[in-house]
């Protein structure tokens, strides 16, 4: 354990790292997939298991936690981590992005958001300074600031705007940050710019001008296809400094995973295993499966043998009959699978760099994932 | 491990008794509560928390697994055990009773019933002979015989005619079970009648005269109310042999099962445990809780400090919250703690008659549940 929070690259194969995250709640290997625990639970898993499966760290959702059960009543109850028995690190977002994509009758202004809660219709306002409030409250070990996720598509100058504006409220953040948190906790900004290379760049330098313990690319994923997604992390990667973590968010399949960490990332996270889990898809080390296909009906070949979740040991056939069900047990074993799934791939990853053969690997991943037939 | 069905009394306490039923699976301790798992699982459970919960024995449903995912395909594969991740014994009913409750356009005569699968429409028929054989093709280690749940209320002719038609399924379920069974397996008798005792104690009689390994009480806890219903109880128990494991089929709550254990009853199934726990209620050794209930929102106790089961050590607000967000985490860890409760109450069961205390026991039972004052 650390007292204060510190990044060390251990290993680099290409532009890809291998590195730690040293917190004062545990180690985070990286690169490192943060399983989401939205409502300060990762759906359908027990603690239990998201530990068993190799996570390290798990990221809670802020706009969800203040709106129920609520950021000062999780504080009064000893915080977010044992709130949901989870003893790791816990990194949360600023819920700017939650209130832009769920809630209602938002409005965007200088000082902030204020919108609807989607949970009782009451007028919430959410600043640079409360969501810091909120995230320390919480407990969080790693916060992001909190951003205007650039809509897409953008012109270069609604680009321009949304990107100013967020490199204001990431100062404001910075200085609540200083004043609120706890020794040991970080802080990470986040670089907007949508598809627009210069804009990336520009907002990258400004960033770390205002200082930082890491650096986020967000606003990807959002639609502009993975070749600009790429050509935008690696533009970014470029020129942030080497010694912060890295944190493409919101992103994304093996594939994408894996080409970022080509380019240099180092942290991810994304609904995708734990949301595909409760629509019968599982990501295995043969490929992704939709278990609802006709074809596993009578195959009993475990889900993936070559995986060493307790969930990938039950048969195709069973599980088959599971989701055709609509039993409970069928998202909670794909939940289980696909969670393990994307450690063990970071895990995998960290050790293909580790001894330099990352891009073979990488190549390997992604013939896998193109061979594999099933529809969605 | 036994190579044939056998049941013992090792102790009596009153009418209440200690025993073990042993099958080549394995042994069921008795007083035993049998955990539903209708469609091939105990819902929103994994297979190996219901083994840790201490159940020695589980339910399966003929009527659901024979229309999804199929009798013969669970036999091609492997039989219903391997399928499920269930090792020990398994008790399966005969379909009948959902036949009544769940399907449509059903026709009942001497043949048997046809009705109109709910999964696809297709007309299913079930005879006393395809019941068994049913049974086993999924490879139950105790079978139950078709019979005609009686309608309540019903006059005593309606009762009577029922009765009878059931008496001659009973001796068709022998014949065909003599000619298909395995070697362990086990057939039980059901004895119905209504709430008329004379036609409990003649319908008894007879299905001694065809002979079975155990015998169940069915037609109960359908609107009787619990005076009736221990009425039939002790009318049946009395007249039924000393040597042969008795059931209460679809019974109950705490308090219902430690009435018919002072009744002389072995052995109970009932959804109440798995169900309540999709709908937000415990049930605990302080009585039954509705964790909706606003006054939990910030309890730090945990849910049952009184059990063992890993899922009643988390706090009642962290339950709170889950249940009030929708989350699955909810229905898995208050399945669990219900399934685990159920347990825990026969094992102290067993001990106080062991002990010659079981009277005391159930009194003690009966106030704590009298007690608790939560709202469905």
Known sequence: MSERFCFSVK????????GEIATPRGIVRTPAFMTVGTGAT??????????????????ANTYHLMLRPGAERIARLGGLHQFMHWSGPILTDSGGYQVMSLAKLRKIDEEGVTFQSHVDGATVALSPERAVEVQCLLGSDIQMV????????ATREEAKAS???????????KVAFAAMSKPGQALFGIVQGSVYPDLRVRC?????????????VGGLAVGEGQGAMLEMVETTTAVLPEDKPRYLMG?????????????????FDCVLPTRSGRHCQAFTWQGKLNLRNARYAEDQTPLDPESKCPAAQYERAYLHHLVRSGEALGAMLLT???????????????????????ATFADDVKRRYAATGDDD
């Open 204 to 216: 990258a330098y400004d960033l770390i001008d205002i200082g930082f313990d890491g650096y986020a």
């Open 163 to 173: 990107l100013d504006l967020s490199l204001r409220w990431a100062r404001r953040c």
């Open 336 to 358: 289980y699978n696909n969670v393990q799934f994307y450690q063990e791939l970071m895990a995998r990853a960290r050790e293909a760099i580790a001894q330099g053969r990352f």
């Open 42 to 59: 990762v759906k359908a898993m027990f603690p239990e298991d998201v530990k068993a499966s190799g996570a390290d760290i798990i990221l």
């Open 11 to 18: 290993a680099r194969d290409g532009a890809a790292r291998l």
């Open 251 to 267: 992103v994304g399949t093996p594939e994408d995973l894996l080409a970022s960490i080509a380019r240099g990332i180092d942290m």
């Open 146 to 153: 909190l951003d205007e996720c650039t809509a897409y598509p």
